[in-house]
């Protein structure tokens, strides 16, 4: 009998349409629940999971089951349904996402860097923090006019 064995980690970022400030702190932690369930469905456990006002930021296991776009989509088009049922009706994601893999004996450094991100916004912007990611990663398809819309 053969058997799929797969362990992929992946820090996923996404902000709000024209980086909007909809994420209120009264409501970020029960986002972060829903999304935990989303990813929990499709079974992608997350690790961590923090956001600010106009972006966020989820670690988690990709299922072997499961395409990485397939994931994203239904975190943002349920996550935005929900939020416009919470009262945010204008609350939309932006269209890109930034992915981006980590290996096992790095976890704890991003788990660490997501749960900090409110004393690490205040002297580093999220296009900022994005870019060092896509820098650091050599990631080549980037286009500044595409991605922050």
Do not use: C
């Not at 709000?16 to 469905?41: C, D, N, Q, V, W």
């Not at 704890?108 to 860097?113: A, K, P």
């Not at 205040?122 to 820098?135: D, F, M, R, V």
């Amino acid at each position: 009998m053969g058997q799929s064995l797969s362990q992929l980690y992946v820090h996923l970022t996404f902000g709000t349409k024209f980086r909007e400030p909809y994420i209120r702190s009264e409501i970020e932690k029960e986002l972060h629940a829903y999304i935990i369930g989303i990813l929990r469905k499709m079974e992608s456990p997350s690790l961590r999971v923090n956001s600010m006002p106009d972006h966020i930021h989820i670690l988690f296991r990709l299922s072997k089951n499961y395409a990485l776009a397939k994931v994203v989509e239904e975190v943002k088009k349920s996550s935005s349904k929900w939020m416009k049922e919470k009262g945010v009706k204008e609350f939309t994601w932006q269209i890109g996402y930034g992915a981006f893999s980590v290996s096992s004996r790095a976890l704890h450094i991003v788990e660490s860097y997501i749960e900090h991100q409110k004393e690490h916004h205040k002297s580093k912007t999220y296009k900022s923090e994005l870019e060092s990611y896509i820098k650091e990663s050599d990631v080549v398809e980037y286009d500044e006019k595409y991605f922050w819309t």
